[in-house]
């Protein structure tokens, strides 16, 4: 455990010397970065066993990092973020974290969590991933990446496959624009006309089914299991 390599990324440099300070108290190995470009840089050139990172952080923000990293690597990830929303602290254990921690935290709860993780080696004792998501006549098999409404395949384009998939993942709740955009496209910078467009289509595949992909005014989508 003592040697441990781990990075942490943080653009306000005195929680990210914090963090570093306790980390070392333990014995760790600690490397600091303060923005996603940065930590794209540490990824690409060096080994870590962890990483402690920030949601909010300038360039690609975490969640986007750890969507880039989740397609190559198993590497753990604590997040560390301000935000005390359920749907941040869902969407980042969606996108592959391992555990979050919410600002202001308790150092030393930070290094248990990180001992914590470490020994659970993610490898070893992970569940294994959920390959097919169901909700009421709609079945969205990860695997394949194929959807079925009542057992019959839809036409999906890949974009419209990942919307579907995520907020399957998520039923009954309400995903805003920009959270989608995050997840499914992996930034916030496309226009949120792009979601809208993307659910016109989901909701002609889903005609029939006992599910349904709501709109809540003014704020975003979620897909629910109905009456027929």
Same mark, same amino acid.
């Given at each position: 455990?003592?040697?441990?390599?781990?990075?942490?990324?943080?653009?306000?440099?005195?929680?990210?010397?914090?963090?570093? #300070?306790?980390?070392?108290?333990?014995?760790?190995?600690?490397?600091?970065?303060?923005?996603?470009?940065?930590?794209?840089?540490?990824?690409?050139?060096?080994?870590?066993?962890?990483?402690?990172?920030?949601? #909010?952080?300038?360039?690609?923000?975490?969640?986007?990092?750890?969507?880039?990293?989740?397609?190559?690597?198993?590497?753990?990830?604590?997040?560390?973020?301000?935000?005390?929303?359920?749907?941040?602290?869902?969407?980042?254990?969606?996108?592959?974290?391992?555990?979050?921690?919410?600002?202001?935290?308790?150092?030393?709860?930070?290094?248990?969590?990180?001992?914590?993780?470490?020994?659970?080696?993610?490898?070893?004792?992970?569940?294994?991933?959920?390959?097919?998501?169901?909700?009421?006549?709609?079945?969205?098999?990860?695997?394949?990446?194929?959807?079925?409404?009542?057992?019959?395949?839809?036409?999906?384009?890949?974009?419209?496959?990942?919307?579907?998939?995520?907020?399957?993942?998520?039923?009954?709740?309400?995903?805003?624009?920009?959270?989608?955009?995050?997840?499914?496209?992996?930034?916030?910078?496309?226009?949120?006309?792009?979601?809208?467009?993307?659910?016109?289509?989901?909701?002609?595949?889903?005609?029939?089914?006992?599910?349904?992909?709501?709109?809540?005014?003014?704020?975003?989508?979620?897909?629910?299991?109905?009456?027929?």
């Amino acid at each position: 455990m003592a040697t441990a390599r781990i990075l942490v990324a943080d653009d306000d440099h005195s929680i990210a010397e914090l963090v570093r #300070m306790y980390l070392a108290k333990q014995g760790f190995e600690v490397v600091v970065a303060h923005d996603g470009n940065e930590v794209t840089d540490h990824l690409r050139n060096a080994e870590f066993d962890l990483i402690v990172l920030d949601i #909010m952080m300038p360039g690609p923000n975490g969640l986007q990092v750890l969507r880039a990293l989740r397609q190559r690597s198993d590497l753990p990830v604590i997040l560390l973020t301000a935000r005390t929303s359920d749907i941040d602290k869902i969407a980042g254990l969606q996108v592959g974290a391992d555990d979050y921690i919410t600002k202001p935290f308790n150092p030393w709860e930070l290094v248990a969590r990180v001992e914590a993780v470490l020994r659970r080696g993610r490898r070893q004792t992970a569940e294994p991933p959920v390959e097919r998501i169901e909700v009421g006549g709609l079945t969205v098999d990860l695997a394949e990446r194929r959807a079925y409404v009542n057992g019959v395949a839809v036409e999906l384009a890949p974009k419209e496959f990942d919307l579907l998939a995520t907020m399957a993942r998520l039923p009954g709740v309400m995903l805003d624009r920009t959270k989608l955009l995050e997840l499914v496209w992996g930034n916030a910078y496309f226009s949120s006309r792009t979601v809208d467009v993307h659910i016109v289509k989901l909701r002609a595949c889903l005609a029939g089914a006992n599910v349904r992909i709501e709109t809540v005014w003014g704020s975003g989508y979620r897909l629910v299991e109905v009456s027929v």
